[in-house]
């Protein structure tokens, strides 16, 4: 059974840093791809942040140059390490893995940025 979880989310302070990590239970290697999405209150769930099976990654907008997404091959577990972090990245935040063109999707976990 495929699993991904997630953890690290919290409450923190506009301009601090928060280090997300998503484990799957299967071989990372496996996934076509493993992304970070987002969903605030109201609002539609969107991609943040992607890394593909050959390592190459993807950021989509306000995440550029704020968000470095990583993999830890040997512990199966996907990083978004979120510096500078703005009230506007007030989400709940979830990963997801494509494998064998099956999407998997984690239970997210809440990051709540103050001002």
């Known amino acids: 059974q495929v699993q991904l979880v997630e953890s690290g989310g919290g409450l923190v302070q506009t301009g601090g840093s928060l280090n997300l990590s998503c484990q799957t239970s299967?071989?990372?290697?496996?996934?076509?791809?493993v992304g970070w999405h987002r969903q605030a209150p109201g609002k539609q769930r969107e991609l943040v942040a992607g890394?593909?099976?050959?390592?190459?990654?993807n950021y989509v907008g306000s995440a550029k140059g704020r968000f470095t997404i990583s993999r830890d091959v040997s512990k199966n577990t996907v990083y978004l390490q979120m510096n500078s972090l703005k009230p506007e990245d007030t989400a709940v935040y979830f990963c997801?893995?494509?494998?064998?063109?099956?999407?998997?999707w984690g239970q997210g976990t809440q990051v709540t940025v103050s001002s």
């Open positions: 997801l893995g494509i494998l064998n063109g099956m999407h998997y």
């Open positions: 890394i593909s099976f050959l390592g190459t990654t």
């Open positions: 299967v071989n990372i290697s496996n996934f076509n791809s």
